[in-house]
Structure formats: C-alpha cells, structure tokens
C-alpha cells in the first residue's frame, strides 16, 4: 500500500506544480485543480477498474468511498443495497487479492486515493 500511496502522493505533487507553473502560484485552488487534473487524467483507467469487477463488488466499493467501519453490520448492509453479509466478505476479499482495497487497522483503505474520490465524485451515476 505504502507504494500506491507514494505513487499517488507523486502524482499529485507533479500536477501540481504544473498548475504552479500555470497560474504562478499555489494556494488551495491550486491543489484542487491538481486533484481535479489527477482524476480527469485518471479517469478511463478508474472507469475500466470500474468496470472489471462485478455488481456486488462495485456496491462494496461505493459503499466504503464513503464508510468504512462495520462494513458486516446489517445497517450497513442495507443503507448500501447489498443482500448478505457473505457477499461483502467474498467482495472485500476479492478486492483485497487485486490490490483495490487493504484492511488496516481495522479499516478497509483504498490502495489509491484517488479512486476512492473518483467514486465519490462518480456515485450518483452508478
């Protein structure tokens, strides 16, 4: 994970010195067309990822965007639509063997940041 996440932290750190270099200054408008420049640039690739897992992995994925403590719980189970426990653990660990999502912790984290924002920014299209 430490990899991804230097990767992504590059990623972001060469965009935005692009924008820098664009506008001649870097304040918070500078980062957030930074971040904006990662997810356009990105955005095929997150869309192919997308895509390449099934219905109940991506339900999985929306869900920890935005959460992701009690993931087993019934509550959380239904506030994101997914039918049994049983599929969130067979999803988590199938998103886990390809490298999308880790646990630490406790937790479940996004390899990459920025697709954990690009769903955000993408769930209400889903």
């Given at each position: 994970m430490?990899f991804?996440?230097t990767?992504s932290?590059?990623y972001?750190?060469?965009e935005?010195?692009?924008c820098?270099i664009?506008?001649?200054?870097l304040?918070?408008?500078s980062l957030q ?5 990662v997810l ?8 192919s990822?997308?895509?390449?897992v099934?219905?109940t ?6 869900a ?9 719980s ?6 994101h ?17 390809k490298?999308?999502?880790?646990r630490?912790h406790?937790?479940?984290l ?9 769903i955000?920014l993408?769930?209400?299209?889903f």
């Amino acid at each position: 994970m430490l990899f991804l996440l230097t990767g992504s932290i590059q990623y972001l750190a060469f965009e935005l010195v692009e924008c820098g270099i664009l506008t001649g200054k870097l304040d918070e408008t500078s980062l957030q067309s930074a971040i904006d420049r990662v997810l356009n640039n990105q955005d095929d690739y997150f869309q192919s990822l997308w895509e390449s897992v099934s219905l109940t992995q991506q339900k999985t994925l929306k869900a920890l965007a935005f959460e992701n403590k009690n993931i087993f719980s019934r509550e959380f189970l239904d506030k994101h639509g997914i039918q049994t426990p049983s599929g969130v653990q067979r999803s988590v660990a199938v998103l886990m063997h390809k490298g999308i999502i880790d646990r630490q912790h406790g937790e479940f984290l996004f390899e990459d940041p920025f697709f954990r924002r690009w769903i955000r920014l993408k769930a209400a299209y889903f």
